[in-house]
């Protein structure tokens, strides 16, 4: 694995990824996620989820009976991605971390956060009444990222290989 791929815990390097302005702008922003995490089958999942951003951590909240509650006990390693689909300028945030979950009473702050993003006020305040009938607890999952990278293709922001491919070919150089 490359230094590129593992873990690190180095705090200022994972700081200048996350706090790029960016970066800032897609965890603000963005209403999903893609959450990776092994399922309790000890296969791959990959589902898009609802996410807030507190400052230090991404939490994701559930019903305390979902599958990925349970597997993220077993498992707590995670990646995320936020991205957008802008062709070649194109923008994502890669995170790994580890998981945390607690079972809480009524419905987290944070997921009201993350599910009202792209609602009006009047839409919003429908949603928080739905869900406050439905849940009398969930799971908050909060993410404590441990390595992130943010990609700006448009901005050249890239991948290492990418940039070294494109400086090793020749036709690129003219």
């Known amino acids: 694995m490359s230094s590129n791929e593992a873990p690190h815990r180095d705090a200022d390097a994972l700081a200048r990824e996350m706090d790029h302005p960016g970066a800032q702008q897609l965890l603000a922003a963005h209403a999903l996620a893609r959450l990776a995490y092994t399922g309790s089958d000890g296969f791959p999942r990959v589902i898009p989820i609802g996410f807030h951003w507190n ?76 869900v406050r009938m439905l849940y009398q607890q969930m799971a908050r999952i909060s993410i404590e990222p441990r390595w992130a990278r943010y990609y700006d293709f448009g901005a050249g922001r890239i991948p290492g290989f990418l940039r070294k491919l494109a400086e090793d070919h020749p036709a690129i150089h003219g």
Not at 59 to 77: D, E, F, Y
Not at 95 to 115: F, K, N, S
């Open 55 to 130: 400052g230090a951590q991404i939490i994701v909240c559930t019903v305390p009976i979902s599958p990925k509650v349970r597997a993220l006990s077993a498992r707590p390693h995670v990646a995320l991605t936020i991205d957008t689909d802008d062709g070649p300028a194109s923008r994502a945030l890669q995170v790994r971390g580890v998981a945390t979950i607690e079972i809480v009473d009524g419905v987290p702050d944070e997921y009201l956060a993350a599910a009202t993003k792209t609602m009006d006020d009047q839409q919003a305040r429908q949603f928080e009444a739905n």
